[in-house]
């Protein structure tokens, strides 16, 4: 074929132990072209409402997006969707690395899985050739074990290994899923689905290339070379190359919105000891994804009061702030061993310190003690205690069975005022971004499918300077230059145009740190790539627009029909109270102007505003009518 694609998806039901292939043409890849879009279609068609996230019944779909694989930067990216045990609403996480990439080096776009085998397996894929193996050696063993007894045991130590450790195995509800050790797909809990499947890895090993489907490979190769020449001209793709996402605590410090003590602070007093140039003196090398050269992964070695291996990567922004302002640990070592436990464990980093903050902040109130923790005093700052947890987490132990379900249902288990200090939207913790500062991030976190994700849209202080690199950068988007505390239409209408980019990316396997506004890669290049890659000439900017579009609007109706509705989107009260210190002192966000935005947000989205289901109209205008009929509008 010579539409980007080989067609093929595998479909494996670990019931019945069975393998299939299935083919998908052109007319169904121009509406559902991989990624979020395919992953949306095959759970509303195939998935019951209601149904149990842990259970044999729900399903699993991994697909790589459009681009996945193309021979330039960025384009690495592969999604995991669910539903999410999590929060049971749409579950979506990606990932970048290589197993992507090789999984259409073997031929296949995505892989759908169903059942629940009867012990631990793991699927071999080289080729066309696919098999279901016993796992049973490998359950409960940590990923870098694990990565070398399949490669033995497969005789090829190129292959590509996505697994989950034992927080998966222990169906930890925020459990993420690793390749190559050190790339995650972290949020929503992918990993305990695969846990509770039985599902111990899945290896990929793939002979082909991208250029055996690519329309014409010529100006994908021509631009792929040209991005790798722009690293350093473009200021936001060298930062994050010297410094990786580590880089942003001390800024975000400065700006007073670095989430301190569960969202009560802007600013945190120990940041010079977490900030970029604490971090510099443990980093032990840089690493970065297939094809890409931006090269922002950091790896970190610590042999000192903690022993830290370097095979487990370094912490990224969300783990360093998260282990560190966040609970109130300004002690390096601690949150670079709190973050290789999470990835040996396959915890989500940014669930795990957030549950951690909470169970901290509910210590200090007195609704849990020393009983109820085990003797740890759980009080913001303890870096011992901290680590400690992460491992009590993993494995369901004392404090930590509690804590491995969440912020939300543990307050709901623990009462009182608990629930005032789960800082979640829809059952998942937010992101190490206050959108006391940035409230275009807020109405993402409160509109997007599975709350507190901080990568629904472009964030707002790139696009609120109409001088800046990263606004000019965003001109086929048509959007505002606004102040990023700004709320009300235009703000809406921002989001929504930005939330369909963004989600563009998704469908097509783009990672955030490429295109504009966040890096260097271009609008127009974008475009460019998706027709050569396709042969799709007519393709315009809008139609990409589109394409996003579509993909949210399938994962909203998935939502509504397993019993989401308006009030499911909203803040954490936290959120309309001032923030206590530093340069945003008693700034907060005004809750009635914040529901007349996501208002208007709905308007422009066609979406009931009560309900928020999409309207028949908007479904027939995006051309998955057939939503509308599942939804009954």
Avoid at 181 to 197: D, E
Avoid at 364 to 372: N, R, V
Wanted: with cysteine.
């Amino acid at each position: 074929m010579a539409y980007g694609t080989s067609g093929k998806i595998l479909r494996i039901d670990l019931t019945q132990g069975s393998i299939q292939v299935a083919q998908f043409d052109e007319d169904f890849y121009r509406l559902y072209p991989g990624g979020k879009a395919l992953a949306g279609y095959v759970l509303l068609n195939e998935l019951r409402p209601g149904t149990d996230a842990l259970s044999p019944e729900n399903v699993l779909v991994i697909a790589n997006g459009l681009l996945t694989g193309a021979p330039f930067s960025a384009t690495t990216r592969f999604t995991m969707a669910a539903r999410s045990p999590l929060t049971g609403s749409y579950g979506e996480s990606e990932a970048g690395g290589y197993w992507g990439p090789e999984l259409r080096m073997a031929g296949f776009e995505a892989i759908i899985i169903t059942g629940r085998a009867e012990h631990p397996v793991y699927i071999s894929i080289h080729d066309d050739q696919v098999e279901l193996r016993d796992a049973k050696i490998l359950w409960g063993y940590e990923p870098e074990e694990v990565q070398a007894k399949i490669r033995t045991e497969l005789a090829d130590k190129r292959v590509r290994v996505l697994q989950i450790g034992i927080g998966g195995e222990n169906c930890v509800r925020y459990a993420a899923v690793t390749n190559e050790l050190r790339h995650f797909n972290g949020r929503t809990g992918m990993g305990a689905v695969m846990g509770s499947k039985n599902l111990k890895a899945i290896a990929v090993r793939g002979s082909g290339r991208y250029h055996d489907h690519a329309h014409d490979i010529k100006p994908i190769s021509e631009i792929g070379r040209a991005l790798g020449k722009r690293v350093k001209d473009h200021p936001q793709a060298w930062d994050l190359q010297v410094k990786g996402t580590p880089g942003l605590v001390g800024a975000f410090n400065t700006g007073g919105f670095l989430p301190t003590r569960n969202f009560r602070q802007g600013v945190f007093a120990g940041v010079d000891n977490i900030k970029w140039e604490a971090y510099e003196k443990i980093l032990s090398d840089r690493h970065t994804c297939y094809a890409c050269a931006i090269r922002c992964k950091r790896e970190v070695k610590v042999d000192d009061r903690y022993q830290v291996s370097a095979a487990y990567g370094g912490p990224e922004y969300e783990t360093v702030e998260g282990f560190g302002g966040y609970c109130g640990v300004d002690d390096l070592q601690a949150i670079a061993k709190a973050n290789e436990l999470c990835n040996r464990f396959t915890l989500d980093t940014i669930s795990t310190s957030s549950t951690i903050a909470f169970a901290m902040e509910c210590f200090e109130h007195g609704l849990i003690g020393l009983k109820e923790t085990g003797g740890l005093n759980l009080r913001f700052g303890n870096a011992e205690a901290m680590v400690k947890v992460v491992e009590l987490i993993a494995k369901r132990e004392g404090i930590g069975n509690l804590l491995a379900e969440g912020s939300k249902r543990a307050a709901q288990a623990i009462g009182g005022d608990a629930h005032l200090y789960a800082i979640q939207v829809k059952g998942m913790e937010l992101a190490m971004h206050d959108p006391r500062g940035k409230v275009g991030v807020g109405i993402g976190y409160s509109v997007g499918e599975y709350g507190g994700d901080h990568l629904y849209t472009i964030h707002d202080t790139l696009v609120a300077n109409a001088e800046s690199i990263t606004f000019k950068g965003t001109e086929p988007l048509a959007i505002a230059a606004l102040p990023p505390r700004e709320l009300g239409a235009a703000k809406a209408r921002n989001y929504t145009i930005l939330e369909n980019w963004t989600s563009f990316g998704k469908v097509v396997g783009l990672c955030y740190f490429g295109p504009a506004p966040r890096s260097y890669m271009q609008v127009g290049e974008v475009l460019a790539v998706v027709r050569a890659a396709t042969g799709w000439e007519d393709v315009t900017v809008d139609d990409l627009l589109r394409i996003g579009e579509r993909a949210t609007n399938l994962a909203r109706a998935f939502n509504v029909l397993n019993g989401f509705s308006r009030k499911d989107d909203t803040l954490p009260e936290r959120m309309f109270q001032p923030v206590e210190d530093g340069p945003m002192a008693g700034a907060s966000i005004d809750k009635e102007e914040f529901q007349k935005t996501l208002d208007e947000v709905y308007r422009l989205k066609g979406w009931n505003p009560d309900t928020t289901a999409p309207s028949r109209d908007r479904l027939r205008d995006l051309d998955i009518e057939w939503v509308a009929d599942l939804l009954g509008v």
